[in-house]
């Protein structure tokens, strides 16, 4: 038996008890004649004594070698503790060693194995075993399992069966590049790791599954954007006979499941927003609704003085910034730089303060009076104390814009609490979205998304305007799930591959799998994906999901702890029968 107790299990109950422990050894005190080792494992830490009076000289020799991060077993007795330390839980006592096994020595670890550690981001991943005995790490994997467990507990009592689909498969348009295994057997020939495992599931309502889910790893092959990771995990669900209510409604289940049971939060039944309102109120389709500074459209207040600035704009668009009067002339000119700097792009901003007397104080006095800026802030909401401010331009460039400004006024503001939840939906998403690049309409969720019903024949005519059965969940700003009611006859989704581009063999070399399926009875069905990741660091009160990743991979897609991805042997690539041909 390796240790009888773990070393964050001991207290005053158990002193004078003989017990086994096992574990690392976080650090040591010598003080000559008595040796303190602080034991660590999973569970805790828990203070070991050696002494002159009750120790062995050769056993002491031993304690007073033993380095940070050795393994150790040892037996003893445990004691009361003449300094007790009220802040770790085994602070009472400690353990007087009887016997001391070394196990196995350690290294000097490149960083030290602490809450706040000396290793930079690159170190701790190349060590992550060392950095994940750290606890944030080790708590923010057990937070994770918690999360997870708590899905499956749910989903399984609501009925969902979890199916396991297979990641050797052929391409499924998420809309981003797949990546590729060369086949031995079928020699010339590439399986695709699954973006989702979309086409399957809705294969597994064919076959009758009816409430499908599974938590999933997929793999797109995209440029990381900050925060990104090429493979990631999806709680992947799909239920056959039900309408976008139904399904709503039984993921907004397993969500405010999960808050009460991760994070005690009760929330209300979730607020819903159409896509074009939330474009046209937040200036993006995941607004953080934690706090309100909602955009007030001011063309019809505001174009009609000689401002030309203004008077050209597609749109001209505030927010009131709450308390923002009292910045000074200095933090107002920062954040007009903030806007003008490239990432955001604004060509400038105009302000408007809101003065405690009812006043106004604008940047554009010369041309609006105190009766339009009245109207200014009637229209973003703003009160006494607050400062409006206001950009001008294209309308989606200047919503983008505005946008960005919001969210970090409240990210300086502190409006954006890590231990409040918001979730919304968004609805209506447009069924198509247009690229400027290939210039032509591409699906806004994947080709399998419905359009709204009566609005087919609208493809024909004003394909930008269709709206699809489509919906995202969204907290705190994120986008934590989306999915859509799902095309299910042959004839609508050919159409739709069709409108898409697709030729008819492309849709069928691609496809033909699942429009072969649907012409032996498919159901209604539709369903949504959450992003586990992100939903979990959200949860968790983090923004990046890497803390939450036991191995994760770089912003170049590298594990640098093993070393991947590296070349293979010709030996393999001739197995393959692949050549390479690099361009240096
Ligand atoms: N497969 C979709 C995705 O990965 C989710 C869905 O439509 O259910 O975003």
Redesign the pocket.
């Known amino acids: 038996m390796y240790r009888s107790h773990n070393c964050g299990e001991l207290r005053a109950a158990n002193i004078n008890e003989e017990v086994t422990l096992a574990g690392w050894v976080q650090k040591s005190r010598d003080k000559g004649f008595i040796v303190w080792v602080d034991l660590r494992d999973r569970y805790g830490i828990t203070q070991l004594v050696f002494d002159e009076e009750r120790t062995s000289k050769d056993m002491m020799i031993q304690a007073q070698n033993l380095g940070r991060e050795f393994v150790i077993q040892v037996k003893g007795t445990v004691i009361e503790r003449a300094s007790k330390n009220p802040n770790i839980p085994t602070g009472d006592i400690e353990l007087l060693v009887s016997e001391l096994n070394l196990l196995n020595e350690a290294i000097l670890p490149p960083f030290t194995i602490e809450d706040d550690t000396d290793g930079g981001e690159e170190l701790r991943m190349k060590y992550r075993y060392l950095d994940i005995r750290r606890n944030p790490v080790r708590e923010s994997l057990i937070f994770r399992h918690k999360v997870t467990q708590e899905v499956r507990n749910y989903l399984s009592g609501e009925g969902f069966i979890e199916v396991e689909t297979p990641y050797l498969i052929k391409s ?1 348009p ?1 809309g981003a590049r797949d990546f590729v295994v060369p086949s031995r057997m079928n020699k010339g020939e590439f399986y695709a790791l699954p ?4 086409t399957f ?1 809705q294969l597994l309502m064919v076959g009758g599954m009816d409430k499908y889910f599974q938590i999933v790893k ?1 793999f797109r092959d995209e440029d990381l954007r900050a925060d990104r990771q090429p493979e990631f995990t ?1 709680i ?3 239920m056959a006979f039900i309408e976008q209510e139904d399904i709503l409604n039984a993921f907004e289940g397993l969500t405010r499941h999960l808050l009460k049971e991760v994070n005690g939060v009760e929330v209300d039944k979730f607020p819903r927003l159409l896509y074009d309102d939330a474009i046209r109120l937040y200036g993006n389709d995941k607004p953080d609704i934690r706090f309100g500074m909602a955009f007030g459209e001011l063309n019809d207040v505001a174009q009609h003085k000689d401002f030309n600035v203004f008077n050209k704009a597609e749109l001209v668009v505030g927010i009131a910034v709450p308390g923002g009067n009292s910045y000074t002339r200095k933090e107002i000119d920062k954040l007009i730089d903030w806007v003008k700097r490239p990432q955001i792009g604004a060509l400038g901003m105009v302000y408007c303060r809101c003065n405690d007397d009812g006043s106004f104080k604008s940047s554009v006095d010369k041309f609006y009076d105190q009766d339009d800026l009245a109207q200014w802030a009637k229209v973003t909401g703003a009160k006494a104390g607050d400062l409006i401010c206001v950009l001008s331009g294209d309308t989606d460039k200047v919503r983008t814009q505005l946008s960005a400004l919001r969210m970090e006024l409240a990210e300086r503001l502190g409006l954006r609490k890590p231990d409040e939840f918001a979730p919304l939906w968004i609805l209506d998403f447009p069924l198509l979205e247009w690229d400027e690049e290939t210039e032509r309409y591409h699906a806004m ?2 080709p ?2 419905s359009p709204k019903p009566g609005q087919i024949d609208l493809l024909k005519t004003d394909p930008g305007a269709v709206k699809a059965n ?1 919906y995202d969940l969204v907290l705190n700003g994120n986008e934590i ?4 009611i ?1 095309i299910h006859d042959k004839q609508t989704q050919a159409l739709m591959f069709d409108y898409l581009g697709f030729t008819e063999e492309e849709a069928k070399a691609q496809f033909g799998f699942l429009m072969d399926a649907f012409q032996y009875g498919a159901p209604p069905h ?4 959450f ?1 586990l990741d992100r939903l979990v660091a959200i949860l968790g009160g983090q923004e990046t999901i890497r803390d939450f990743i036991a191995f994760p991979k770089n912003n170049s897609g590298r594990d640098v702890m093993i070393d991947a991805p590296a070349p293979i042997d010709d030996e393999q690539l001739e197995e393959l029968s692949l050549k390479l041909n690099l361009k240096s």
């Open positions: 499924t998420e973006q989702s495992p979309q599931k997929c999806q992947d669900c799909e969720h994947h399998f998304t489509a799930g989306g999915g859509s799902r539709g369903g949504l994906a992003g």
